[in-house]
């Protein structure tokens, strides 16, 4: 779920501190990790929010975790999202995380329809050209279900294998019949169809709790490949992502990741890397760059070290943040030019192991407000 709304910094930032500050318990201590409980805990959270392109929204999210004193950051976990907006959009999701399925391998799965009113495609256009189309021209609906499997398996610590699967079906259609950007620029998948997907990974994982990490790093190699009825879709995508946390003191935390990759073949638009979201550059319009390669740089200075609620496990922190990311042609490969950079502040809101994010970013011409459940990495 997410709000895209203009704040300036001091009134962010002033939420930010009132949320943390005003706790009823004033203990400063951090509170024992999640997975040192035993039993079963659930959450449930309301959502709703404004913006001026999908208007009012509201729906909910609910967690149930199982703990054994062991597994981390669980032993399993099951999560149901719905949430619809005034303007047609949808964001439901079911979601199972078995880290212990059996004694080497997690297994994940994760059901979601996403529907936008308003999702928009702007090629490789500037500011000024997009400027000269109507709302409905840089625009269309899209409906887009996808079912996803996700396997680990641990081949001798730290390394890993990862396979997936995920098929979906993306339904279409421009918010105009004349002067469609889409139909314009006609990009590959611009028809929407379906798509099957499947991946392979290999992985060096040593951090020390995948939902929040506080020290370690990961490092994975993954190679993508997709198809579509007929032969629309057939191409893939090679990646590489980098993460490292180094703890720095007490309740503070050095986040940082970097990733480069690169599509193969034809590779439907709405799949292709892309800048402008809660986990890439946070400020930029949405989607507003796609392309064929893309480079990424994310880091967070995170805070976590004030306790809300002993009884219920709720803590508060706060972060930092800066983003970089550029993207290219196959061709033309990453340059020093053309980078989109962001930058901003954000509040965690840890309860249990559901984490709720609310970060403020911002651009050289944009502005946005997101809030979102888990760390951006």
């Not at 256009?125 to 021209?137: C, G, R």
């Not at 800066?322 to 930058?343: C, E, H, M």
Request: charged share 20%; aromatic share 12%.
């Amino acid at each position: 779920m997410h709000i895209y709304k203009h704040f300036t910094n001091k009134k962010f930032f002033a939420i930010c501190l009132v949320l943390c500050f005003l706790s009823q318990t004033g203990n400063c201590r951090a509170q024992k990790e999640p997975y040192e409980s035993q039993g079963q805990r659930f959450t449930l959270l309301p959502l709703a929010g404004f913006s001026s392109d999908d208007g009012i929204g509201y729906g909910f999210r609910g967690n149930v975790y199982r703990y054994d004193g062991q597994t981390i950051p669980y032993k399993q976990a099951y999560a149901l999202q719905l949430f619809v907006t005034s303007k047609g959009k949808w964001t439901h999701r079911i979601k199972l995380d078995l880290p212990k399925v059996h004694a080497n391998d997690r297994l994940e799965v994760d059901f979601r329809y996403d529907k936008e009113a308003q999702a928009a495609y702007y090629g490789t256009l500037s500011d000024t050209e997009i400027a000269q189309y109507s709302q409905d021209e840089q625009t269309y609906e899209t409906h887009y279900k996808t079912l996803g499997i996700i396997w680990y398996h641990t081949l001798q610590k730290p390394y890993q294998l990862r396979i997936g699967f995920i098929g979906g079906h993306n339904r279409i259609t421009p918010n105009t019949s004349q002067n469609a950007l889409l139909t314009t620029l006609a990009p590959v998948g611009q028809n929407g169809g379906s798509l099957i997907q499947t991946h392979t990974a290999l992985r060096r994982d040593t951090r020390d709790n995948y939902l929040n990490s506080i020290h370690g790093s990961l490092q994975e190699v993954l190679v993508e490949y997709g198809w579509g009825p007929g032969g629309t879709y057939n191409g893939g995508e090679l990646s590489f992502e980098h993460l490292h946390f180094i703890s720095i003191s007490q309740g503070w935390t050095l986040s940082q990741r970097l990733i480069t990759s690169l599509t193969l073949g034809d590779v439907p638009f709405y799949e292709q890397p892309k800048l402008g979201s809660s986990k890439t550059v946070r400020g930029l319009s949405p989607a507003r760059e796609r392309g064929e390669g893309q480079t990424l740089i994310n880091t967070e200075l995170r805070w976590r070290q004030l306790a809300l609620s002993q009884r219920y496990n709720v803590n508060c922190g706060l972060v930092l943040f800066t983003d970089i990311g550029q993207i290219y042609k196959r061709t033309d490969g990453p340059s020093l030019n053309d980078w989109q950079l962001g930058f901003g502040g954000g509040l965690r809101i840890f309860w249990y192991s559901t984490i709720m994010r609310l970060d403020y970013g911002k651009t050289k011409n944009h502005q946005s407000l997101y809030m979102r459940f888990a760390q951006t990495f």
